[in-house]
């Protein structure tokens, strides 16, 4: 909790990851892309411009971990999957004019660390949270 003119607020940050197809806009988490199944099991997969480097599964499915780079089946016509830090903030405070209420703003973005050495080595592969 921060206090500032009298005021109390409580900031939350949640830290997580998403995947971004390399042909579309959109971030999905490792499910929505079909990375991992639905009864848990994870894809083979390779880093882009790594040779036979293999994905480590936990690096897509644990929380804690984040893949180091782009990566795809290892095939030619295989869509690339960018992965990406995803950090949610929100703040939250009492309503001065409505007694026992809260006010709130959130806010939330998406870091593209592909071409970024410093975000890469900060993330790639390394704990978080």
């Not at 644990?62 to 992965?83: E, L, Q, V, W």
């Amino acid at each position: 909790m921060t206090s500032r003119e009298g005021a109390t607020y409580t900031v939350y940050t949640v830290v997580g990851k998403c995947y971004r197809l390399s042909a579309e806009a959109s971030c999905l988490s490792a499910s929505k892309q079909g990375l991992v199944t639905s009864s848990g099991a994870v894809g083979a997969y390779k880093y882009v411009g790594e040779g036979n480097k293999a994905v480590d599964a936990a690096s897509i499915t644990d929380a804690t971990k984040f893949p180091t780079g782009p990566f795809n089946t290892g095939t030619a016509s295989s869509p690339t999957y960018s992965p990406m830090p995803r950090v949610v903030v929100l703040v939250t405070w009492p309503d001065s004019q409505h007694q026992g209420k809260t006010c709130w703003y959130s806010t939330a973005t998406i870091f593209d660390g592909s071409n970024d050495v410093t975000l890469k080595s900060k993330w790639g592969g390394e704990q978080y949270g």
